[in-house]
């Protein structure tokens, strides 16, 4: 593979930059994935195609490369779609609830896999709350597929499911900028499309390409914008929470503008040990859900198919006592 071509294809900057075919895209990242792409040429690569930025032709030929060496998960035997959470960014500024969001909904039986990096550089990530409720990080694909189908909630890293992607994070620590993979991990599945994935970005360029790729492929998906880029809805104000499912979107909850009239009930701290021992209280019903979080949770009820539509959705989490919520 010629890789001074694409690099002199991609190199160019935002005016004269080719963009490539889904078909090239998808031939390129499999060597980027599979190791077959020089040091030099492989950063060169990765910042050029950070200058242009991708489009969702390229992305969907990213991930599909990344699909093909995805070590894939068996769906558990029910109904209901797993919910699929990425979990990249941690918390440095509040508290992080994706925890909380996946607790909630092993409540009602909804199997829950969460994938995601085990440092946090300095972040408070989800593996590390979970382990102040006893639930480690799978260590292979064999541990993670048991533990699904005997517990329902698993997190698993990345390097477990997709070392190459894993690989590809890893640059950043190199280059010191962001590179595709941190948009890709955002959008992986890994029971390849028969989970409901919780997709999240913070700038809306990222949502609408999300859209166009989750969209073109038919994912199942609640798409958001992301708290400090963690896929749970902002405690303080609710995003949009749209459905995406076979090709259509629909918008599940609009986007609050009026100012706060009340303060949420959050954690003092954003700790690790601080913010499980809120939502243990929580959990126990000794504190108040934040409203965004239960509209969160709602969704997840209709679009896993717990729920036949959005209004039983929303009632049930009103019967569990969250019912300020889910107007």
Partial sequence: MNFAHFIRELGRGSEGAR??????????????????????????????????????????????????????????????????????????????????????LRRFAIPVVLHGLIEGYGRVTSAQILREFGLLPSTSQLQAQQMLNENGLIYVPLSVICPGLNNQLALRNRLGLRNSAHSLVKMLDPFTGEGLLLAAATHPDYLDTMREVLGALGTHALLLRGTEGEPFANPKRRPRIEHLHVGACDILFEAEHDSLKTLPNLPEAFDAKTTADWMRRVLAGESALPPPIANQLACCLYASGYADDFNQAKAIVAVEGFGLAVT
């Fill in 19 to 104: 963009d490539m075919s889904l078909q090239e895209a998808q031939q390129l990242y499999g060597a980027m994935l599979d190791g077959g792409v020089p040091e030099l040429e492989l950063g060169a690569i990765a910042i050029a195609l950070r200058l242009k930025g991708e489009t969702a032709d390229e992305m969907i030929g990213f991930l599909a490369a990344a699909n093909e060496r995805m070590y894939a998960l068996r769906r558990p035997p029910g109904r209901l779609r797993p919910v699929v959470i990425p979990t990249y960014n941690g918390a440095r500024k509040g508290a992080n609830l994706v925890p909380l969001l996946a607790l909630l």
